[in-house]
């Protein structure tokens, strides 16, 4: 789960755009996270659409609609090449100490939007 904010500890993913299998490009819609710790105010919650950062193909989906998530932990397979996602057919997701671990070495950054929602504070 992407850190979409200084504050956010965790999420819930409200809706997959995308399916198993997908085609993938770069700026697409992958899903919607819920969260209330975007600002300050943690009574109001935020539905975010998360954009891919690469092109290629939704290999596996770790977490369902519905499922509140840390932080860190890994939420989907993304191949590069289509040829590779009958690899991912069986993938289970990594342990929480993997996950963290994985966490810590991150290089890559979330964007995501605000949906339907005025941000006045």
């Not at 993913?13 to 600002?39: F, M, P, S």
């Not at 105010?41 to 539905?47: I, K, S």
């Not at 671990?101 to 339907?116: D, G, I, M, N, P």
Request: glycine letters at 4%; one cysteine or more; aromatic letters at 10%.
């Amino acid at each position: 789960m992407p850190e979409l904010s200084p504050l956010m500890t965790s999420g819930r993913i409200t809706r997959w755009h995308k399916q198993i299998g997908d085609r993938i490009d770069a700026y697409d819609l992958l899903y919607e996270v819920e969260t209330n710790h975007l600002t300050v105010r943690e009574d109001e919650v935020f539905t975010l659409d998360v954009e891919a950062h690469e092109d290629g193909y939704l290999g596996a989906i770790l977490v369902q609609d519905g499922d509140e998530i840390d932080v860190g932990a890994p939420i989907a397979v993304v191949c590069d090449e289509e040829k590779d996602l009958e690899h991912f057919k069986d993938y289970k997701a990594p342990s929480e100490q993997e996950a963290a671990a994985a966490y810590e070495k991150r290089s890559f950054l979330w964007q995501a939007y605000t949906k339907s929602r005025n941000l006045d504070m």
